[in-house]
C-alpha cells in the first residue's frame, strides 16, 4: 500500500500534513488544544458525568474548534483519579465521575477564564457557528454515502452544487 504524504509546511490545501482532512475553516489558523485536565475538572465542578458526556460538552462550547478525543480524555480521568481528584462511579453501564473535595479545591485555586473560552478566545463567534454547520454537514454526507440508494445520491448532489453556487453568489454579492 502507498502511502500519500503531504507538505508540512506551507498551505495545506484542506489536507494535514498526515494526509488526513483538515478542519480548518477561514482565517487560516487553527484553534488551541485546550488544557484537558482543566476543562475536564471545570466541567465536574458543574454537575457529574462521563467521559463521552464531556468529549460532546467540549464540542458544543466551542462549536467544534476543540473536540479533544477519547485517546487524551479517558486517560486524562483515570490520571485524576488516581490524583484523588475526582471519583468514578457504574452508573447504567457508564463510568459516571464527580469532583471530590480535593479536585473542587484545585478547581476553585484555576484563575482565568474557563478552558474551552481560552481555546476559542480571539475566535469570530460566527465563524465557529460556519465550522460547526460544515462539519455537521460532513458527518450527514458520509451517512448518506452509506445509507442512500443511487436515486437519493444524485439529489444530494445536485442539493450540494446548488448550495456551493448559492455561497459563491454571497461571496461575490459583498464584493
Known amino acids: ?5 503531504y507538505p508540512r509546511h506551507g498551505r495545506c490545501h484542506g489536507r494535514s500534513s498526515y494526509g488526513r482532512t483538515s478542519h480548518r475553516f477561514g482565517g487560516g489558523h487553527r484553534a488551541r488544544r485546550g488544557d484537558t485536565r482543566a476543562a475536564l475538572l471545570a466541567l465536574l465542578a458543574e ?3 462521563h467521559g463521552y458526556e464531556m468529549i460532546k460538552e467540549l464540542d458544543e462550547r466551542t462549536a467544534g474548534a476543540w473536540v479533544p478525543s477519547a485517546g487524551s480524555v479517558y486517560p486524562t480521568l483515570q490520571l485524576l483519579e488516581d490524583e484523588g481528584l475526582i471519583e468514578g462511579e457504574e452508573s447504567e453501564g457508564r463510568r459516571r465521575f464527580s469532583l471530590s473535595d ?12 474557563a478552558p474551552w473560552e481560552e ?4 475566535y469570530d463567534p460566527e465563524l465557529l457557528r460556519l465550522r460547526r454547520s460544515a462539519h455537521q454537514l460532513l458527518a450527514a454526507l458520509r451517512q448518506a454515502a452509506e445509507a442512500a440508494g443511487s436515486a437519493e445520491r444524485k439529489q444530494i448532489r445536485e442539493l450540494l452544487d446548488e448550495t ?3 455561497v459563491y453568489g454571497v461571496l461575490a454579492e459583498s464584493e
Open 47 to 49: 454537575r457529574p458525568m
Open 1 to 5: 500500500m502507498h502511502t500519500r504524504t
Open 119 to 122: 481555546v476559542t478566545a480571539g
Open 164 to 166: 456551493r453556487r448559492k
Open 102 to 113: 480535593a479536585g473542587r479545591k484545585e478547581n476553585e485555586a484555576r484563575s482565568g477564564d
